[in-house]
């Protein structure tokens, strides 16, 4: 058997130093990417507001669409998530607080109609993603061939042979410290080899969500040019949790339970611009970018390994703190009425999520952080969103609205997950999600100053999920992410 009591050693060293890090490309894209939230209004037209403006939620996208208000505005939002069957004795449901503002319309009284006619204040909460999601696959394509315990054995061979710590990962699967797993065989010419599986189960859950508050200060300039600002302050409770088992040929079962948790904190800055560029005309063209959120972040996670049922060895990692920053996003938009009935919205957004960067809180680039970024070059890539929204009011009190959002993938083809070599990873799968196609509608009623808006989402994806690095011949497991969200907003205009 390999000794492994000194890696065991120099995990524990550097545990205490804080340099153990688990970030890699896939939670890169997980806090970069948002869902489309806010209000109901803003939901059922898809998120296709950036040059109509006129919501509390544009302020998130197009700053400047809250400069078309002329009366000011208080909002508040909730809803009900479904995410499918429950996992991890986890419900597959959640209520959601997703928004609540007030925007304060400032008329500048010029009589003349030309130069600086409002300027607008508001705040408002958001809830930027939600990060309800199940998952309960049986792994296809195992054969008696396949199984993630080489993809371990191979990890312990190259640890063994190049002296260093191989991670936590490593350190409960092989190690001479009283707790050696076996669920690797250890008979083989070359080390450490694995045992082919003849199924594997697996279930996931995770929770939480990305919150953010937006500060908007817009100025309406001769009711033709419209300017904003925001400022955004981010908030991340990121969880899961995560099992998997696998049934070797030799009739051996071995179970691995991961959790792992995400807290942090983050700023960024929007600016945006619409303008009607034929005075005379509704027409709207708006173009907004979005800095980069600087995020504070702070990792945990832990492990637990059984074998046939029987308790191994659990491991708990102490808390490590890190830097995280988003790339830049950039989008322009389109929006013309037809008098006082008609709306109609497109928007197309863009974000390079290769440019997605990790660094230590110091500023201090460890060798660690430049693979990682070097592999989410190499792992993500731009990710283009289109969004369309229609409006139609039979009667001036009544709203009806449909929209619809197309998200590309942001991951190149062949991507998969790499495991650090001096990281506490003990999760070896992956999934390479497809495009989101997400289609809403809705309904508004108006009474005097008040409003209530109902609106439903249904957003559908499709992934590729690998259970662990095995061998180009493996194939993937087809599985959906597929939800739906009906949500209110009840508002007044004063």
Known sequence: MKVFSKYLLLGALASATGTLYAQDSYDAQTFTNSDLNGTARFVAMGGALGALGGDISVMGTNPAGTAMYRKSDAAVSVSELFGGKGAMDHDGHRFSFDQGGILVAFDMDNPTSKGLQFVNFGVNYQKRRNYLFNQITDVQHLNNTFSQT????????????????????????????????????????????????????????????????????????????????????????????SFYQ?????????????????????????????????????????????????????????????????????????????????PWKFGV???????????????????????????????????????????????????????????????????????????????????????????PYTETDWTNWGAINRFTAGVGYRYKGGYFDLAYQYQAQKGDFYAFDNDVDFKSTKIDNNRSQIMATLGFRF
């Open 246 to 326: 696998e049934l070797g040929i030799d009739g051996n079962a071995y179970d691995f339970t991961n959790w792992y948790k995400t807290t942090g904190d983050g700023f960024d800055v929007k600016l945006g611009f619409i303008c009607r560029p034929i005075e005379d005309s509704p027409f709207r063209i708006g173009v907004y970018a979005h800095t980069p959120i600087w995020y504070r972040m702070t990792d945990s996670n832990g492990a637990s390994l059984y074998l046939n049922d029987e308790p191994l060895v659990s491991s708990r990692n102490d808390e490590y703190d890190y830097k995280f920053r988003t």
């Open 150 to 241: 080489f993809q371990i054995a191979d990890l312990c061979n190259q640890a063994y042979e190049n002296d260093y710590w191989a991670g936590m990962l490593v350190d409960m699967s092989a190690s001479d410290e009283g707790f050696h797993a076996g669920i690797l065989d250890e008979s083989g010419e070359y080390g450490y080899e694995g045992i082919p599986a003849q199924k594997a189960y697996y279930e996931r859950s995770t929770y939480g969500a990305n919150v953010q508050a937006d500060v908007n200060l817009s100025f309406n300039v001769n009711d033709q040019f419209f300017i904003g600002a925001s400022i955004g302050v981010y908030d991340i409770n990121y969880e899961r949790e």
């Open 333 to 423: 938009s389109l929006g013309h009425t037809v008098g006082n009935n008609f709306a109609i919205g497109a928007e197309y957004e863009f974000q390079d999520l290769s440019a997605a960067h990790y660094s230590e809180r110091d500023n201090y680039s460890l060798p660690y952080f430049r693979n990682i970024n070097r592999i989410t070059k190499q792992t993500l890539k731009g990710q283009h969103t289109i969004k369309v929204g229609v409006e139609y009011k039979p009667i001036e009190s009544l709203s009806l609205r449909v929209g619809y959002n197309h998200v590309t993938s942001p991951f190149k083809d062949g991507a998969y997950r790499t495991i650090g070599y001096d990281g």
